[in-house]
């Protein structure tokens, strides 16, 4: 997240189609210049080499982007097969050739079997986790090689869109679509299904199609962003409660607002059991509430866009 020392305060949600070949951050200043917003930031990064769905935050929407970082996630892959890189996709080295051997459609669906549900899966040395408080990815451009310990991640889908592992165009390729829980690294699986087939493997092409309830037909190029006015922009904003719809909503007096505001607990006969809330006066999003056993709602993440 970064932010600006003048600029306008924007608040809201924007769904931008990535493009290949730019950062995530690149890409988030690329549209926070087009608001001269203040305030901006992503929800959970894409590499260079993918494209898609990429959520930006303005303003007090950066408040939810850390929930949105446990959203869920859909992807399209192309995994190319006989070919392991140093970062796991084509933009790095490579280190490992292999023979790719003939492999029947029931093989292939049976090893693509084997990685759905939930599974354990050890995170690549390019990423952004940390070590000794330094990314991995800093010391894997150092030449450093850390012990990772496998993490246990979700693949709720994973479908086999096209192969190309037989016959005279054989280009050793999988199309693969994946639905995945948070923490899933995609250049992981292709090379763990690369090796899964007696071979290896790396991504050739990523794109995002979903996260949490947000799809790609939803978003925009920064060239068609671009072209828009001031006015359109400010149209294609979000509402800042739209990702965290799943939370029951609790409709507050004046006075109940203002304490809450306060960062005082306000009674409520509610009748909803203990967990996180919405808080609204009237149509205005407050921010996010946590009820209690004994009836009571005690502010738990505010929101501040001018209003009351």
Do not use: W
């Not at 995994?79 to 490992?96: F, H, Y």
């Not at 939930?118 to 090689?145: C, D, F, W």
């Amino acid at each position: 997240m970064s932010k600006r020392k003048s600029g306008l305060n924007v608040h809201g949600i924007l769904l931008l189609d990535k493009r290949l070949g730019v950062s995530s951050n690149k890409a988030l200043q690329e549209v926070r210049r087009l608001f001269n917003a203040n305030k901006a930031g992503h929800t959970g990064s894409l590499d260079p080499l993918a494209t898609g769905l990429l959520p930006l935050c303005f303003g007090e929407a950066t408040k939810v982007s850390a929930l949105m970082l446990d959203d869920n996630k859909r992807y399209q892959v192309v995994v190319q097969l006989g070919v392991m890189t140093d970062t796991g996709d084509a933009e790095g080295e490579v280190i490992k050739t292999a023979e790719v051997p003939d492999i029947s459609n029931n093989e292939l669906m049976h090893c693509l079997q084997q990685f759905t549900g939930e599974i354990y899966q050890v995170p690549p040395m390019y990423s952004a986790l940390k070590h000794n408080g330094k990314k991995l990815y800093e010391l894997a451009r150092e030449g450093v090689s850390i012990e990772r310990k496998a993490r246990r991640i979700n693949i709720f889908d994973l479908k086999l869109l096209e192969s190309s592992l037989s016959g005279v165009e054989k280009t050793n390729q999988l199309i693969l679509e994946v639905f995945c829980s948070k923490g899933t690294y995609i250049r992981s699986l292709a090379e763990d299904i690369g090796d899964a087939l007696g071979s290896c493997g790396t991504v050739l092409a990523l794109r995002r199609l979903e996260a949490g309830i947000f799809n790609i037909v939803q978003a925009k190029t920064i060239e068609q962003f671009t072209a828009m006015t001031a006015q359109e922009l400010q149209n294609s904003l979000i509402a800042i409660d739209k990702p965290l719809l799943a939370y029951p909503s609790v409709q507050l007096s004046e006075q109940q607002t203002v304490a809450i505001k306060y960062g005082q607990s306000v009674q409520l006969d509610a009748g909803l059991i203990e967990g996180t809330v919405r808080l609204y006066n009237d149509d205005v999003f407050l921010g996010l509430g946590e009820m209690l056993l004994d009836g009571k709602i005690a502010p738990k993440r505010l929101f501040n866009m001018g209003n009351h």
